[in-house]
Nanobody, 130 residues
Framework: VQLQASGGGLVQAGGSLRVSCAISGRRRPYYVIGWFRQALGKKREGVSAITSSGEGQYYADSVKGRFTVSKDNAGNTVFLQMNNLKPEDTAIYFC????????????????????????WGQGTQVTVSS
Protein backbone atom coordinates (compact mmCIF):
# COMPACT_ATOMS: atom_id res chain seq x y z
CA VAL A 1 0.00 0.00 0.00
CA GLN A 2 1.31 3.43 -0.96
CA LEU A 3 -0.07 6.56 0.61
CA GLN A 4 0.37 10.15 -0.45
CA ALA A 5 -0.95 13.07 1.54
CA SER A 6 -1.59 16.37 -0.23
CA GLY A 7 -3.56 19.57 0.07
CA GLY A 8 -1.66 21.27 2.84
CA GLY A 9 -0.91 24.97 2.76
CA LEU A 10 -1.00 28.27 4.58
CA VAL A 11 -4.31 29.53 5.95
CA GLN A 12 -5.40 32.17 8.42
CA ALA A 13 -6.90 31.26 11.75
CA GLY A 14 -10.58 30.52 11.35
CA GLY A 15 -10.09 29.34 7.81
CA SER A 16 -10.56 25.93 6.24
CA LEU A 17 -8.42 23.43 4.41
CA ARG A 18 -8.97 19.93 3.06
CA VAL A 19 -6.13 17.47 2.95
CA SER A 20 -6.31 14.26 0.95
CA CYS A 21 -4.69 10.86 1.23
CA ALA A 22 -4.36 8.98 -2.07
CA ILE A 23 -4.17 5.22 -1.60
CA SER A 24 -2.62 2.95 -4.21
CA GLY A 25 -1.01 -0.44 -4.61
CA ARG A 26 -3.62 -2.21 -2.55
CA ARG A 27 -2.59 -5.83 -2.88
CA ARG A 28 -3.95 -6.11 0.61
CA PRO A 29 -7.06 -4.08 1.37
CA TYR A 30 -6.73 -1.57 4.13
CA TYR A 31 -9.11 -1.57 7.03
CA VAL A 32 -8.40 1.76 8.71
CA ILE A 33 -6.88 4.99 7.48
CA GLY A 34 -5.60 7.26 10.18
CA TRP A 35 -4.57 10.89 10.11
CA PHE A 36 -1.73 11.95 12.34
CA ARG A 37 0.12 15.21 12.78
CA GLN A 38 3.44 16.31 14.14
CA ALA A 39 4.17 19.86 15.15
CA LEU A 40 7.71 21.15 15.34
CA GLY A 41 9.35 19.87 18.49
CA LYS A 42 6.38 17.75 19.51
CA LYS A 43 5.44 14.11 19.37
CA ARG A 44 3.26 12.84 16.57
CA GLU A 45 -0.39 12.57 17.58
CA GLY A 46 -3.51 11.00 16.20
CA VAL A 47 -6.03 13.37 14.65
CA SER A 48 -8.71 11.18 13.10
CA ALA A 49 -9.35 7.81 11.52
CA ILE A 50 -11.93 6.11 9.33
CA THR A 51 -12.62 2.48 8.55
CA SER A 52 -12.81 1.27 4.96
CA SER A 53 -16.58 0.86 5.30
CA GLY A 54 -16.92 4.36 6.69
CA GLU A 55 -18.77 2.92 9.65
CA GLY A 56 -16.10 3.91 12.13
CA GLN A 57 -14.99 7.55 12.34
CA TYR A 58 -12.84 8.76 15.17
CA TYR A 59 -11.47 12.11 16.28
CA ALA A 60 -9.08 13.53 18.80
CA ASP A 61 -10.80 15.73 21.36
CA SER A 62 -8.83 18.73 20.12
CA VAL A 63 -10.42 18.57 16.66
CA LYS A 64 -13.93 17.28 17.38
CA GLY A 65 -16.56 19.52 15.84
CA ARG A 66 -14.00 21.17 13.55
CA PHE A 67 -12.55 18.33 11.47
CA THR A 68 -14.43 15.77 9.40
CA VAL A 69 -12.95 12.59 7.94
CA SER A 70 -14.47 10.99 4.85
CA LYS A 71 -13.60 8.81 1.87
CA ASP A 72 -14.61 8.52 -1.74
CA ASN A 73 -16.88 5.69 -2.84
CA ALA A 74 -14.05 3.66 -4.32
CA GLY A 75 -12.03 3.97 -1.14
CA ASN A 76 -9.03 5.27 -3.06
CA THR A 77 -8.92 8.63 -1.35
CA VAL A 78 -9.53 9.67 2.22
CA PHE A 79 -10.16 13.30 3.07
CA LEU A 80 -9.76 15.39 6.18
CA GLN A 81 -11.83 18.54 6.07
CA MET A 82 -10.47 21.02 8.58
CA ASN A 83 -12.62 23.99 9.55
CA ASN A 84 -12.13 26.79 12.05
CA LEU A 85 -8.41 26.16 12.00
CA LYS A 86 -6.29 27.38 14.88
CA PRO A 87 -2.58 28.18 15.06
CA GLU A 88 -2.13 25.09 17.23
CA ASP A 89 -3.26 22.96 14.27
CA THR A 90 -0.01 23.86 12.51
CA ALA A 91 1.84 20.63 11.81
CA ILE A 92 2.85 18.13 9.19
CA TYR A 93 -0.14 15.89 8.55
CA PHE A 94 0.42 12.22 7.72
CA CYS A 95 -1.93 9.47 6.68
CA UNK A 96 -1.38 5.84 7.57
CA UNK A 97 -3.08 2.55 6.76
CA UNK A 98 -3.76 -0.55 8.77
CA UNK A 99 -4.45 -3.81 6.94
CA UNK A 100 -5.50 -5.63 10.09
CA UNK A 101 -9.14 -6.01 10.99
CA UNK A 102 -9.99 -4.60 14.37
CA UNK A 103 -13.23 -4.67 16.27
CA UNK A 104 -14.95 -1.31 16.26
CA UNK A 105 -14.95 -1.32 20.06
CA UNK A 106 -11.17 -1.59 19.99
CA UNK A 107 -10.81 1.14 17.39
CA UNK A 108 -13.03 3.46 19.39
CA UNK A 109 -10.43 3.31 22.17
CA UNK A 110 -7.19 2.88 20.26
CA UNK A 111 -7.57 4.24 16.71
CA UNK A 112 -4.68 6.59 17.52
CA UNK A 113 -2.19 3.80 18.34
CA UNK A 114 0.60 4.26 15.79
CA UNK A 115 1.90 0.72 16.20
CA UNK A 116 -1.35 -0.61 14.73
CA UNK A 117 -0.68 1.10 11.39
CA UNK A 118 1.34 -0.76 8.79
CA UNK A 119 1.95 1.81 6.08
CA TRP A 120 2.75 5.50 6.27
CA GLY A 121 2.79 8.19 3.64
CA GLN A 122 4.79 11.35 3.29
CA GLY A 123 3.25 14.25 5.11
CA THR A 124 1.79 17.53 3.98
CA GLN A 125 2.48 20.78 5.80
CA VAL A 126 -0.45 22.73 7.24
CA THR A 127 0.36 26.17 8.61
CA VAL A 128 -2.25 28.32 10.36
CA SER A 129 -1.35 31.94 10.91
CA SER A 130 -2.83 33.99 13.73
Amino acid sequence: VQLQASGGGLVQAGGSLRVSCAISGRRRPYYVIGWFRQALGKKREGVSAITSSGEGQYYADSVKGRFTVSKDNAGNTVFLQMNNLKPEDTAIYFCAASVCTYELDYLAKFWWAEDDYDYWGQGTQVTVSS
